[in-house]
């Protein structure tokens, strides 16, 4: 089992910076993303990293203001929001996989643990 808790969400005005915070425990060798959902949407792939953090993978639409990162395998994976717009307003959620192999998808389906989620909410 892996348990996954995010914060660090919370209310921001456009053009502002976020953090959020993914702290798992429980298994080795996981594979984290970050996804989010909007009221309405779908849930959205946002980026995912590697277990040692040398891997990161992103949405095509999230390149450039999201950075995900973490810096060794105990630490949390950490989701770095720039130059936020009032449409990134989401409940963001932490997932991972376990994976040996560096194969990250942008399918909540291949995700096998969630976290709570954390709501980021953007003003104009």
């Known amino acids: 089992q892996v348990q996954l808790v995010e914060s660090g969400g919370g209310l921001a005005q456009a053009g502002g910076s976020l953090r959020l915070s993914c702290t798992a425990s429980?298994?080795?060798?996981?594979?984290t993303a970050w996804f989010r959902q909007a009221p309405g949407k779908e849930r959205e792939f946002v980026a995912a990293?590697?277990?040692?953090?040398?891997?990161?993978y992103y949405a095509d639409s999230m390149k450039g203001r999201f950075t995900i990162s973490r810096e060794n395998t105990n630490s949390p994976v950490y989701l770095q929001m720039n130059s936020l717009k009032p449409e990134d307003t989401a409940v963001y959620y932490c997932?991972?996989?376990?994976?040996?192999?560096?194969?990250?998808?942008?399918?909540?389906?291949?995700?096998?643990?969630w976290g709570r989620g954390t709501q980021v909410t953007v003003s104009s």
């Open positions: 997932a991972a996989q376990v994976a040996r192999g560096w194969r990250p998808s942008s399918s909540a389906d291949d995700y096998a643990y």
């Open positions: 990293i590697s277990w040692a953090g040398g891997n990161t």
């Open positions: 429980g298994r080795a060798f996981i594979t």
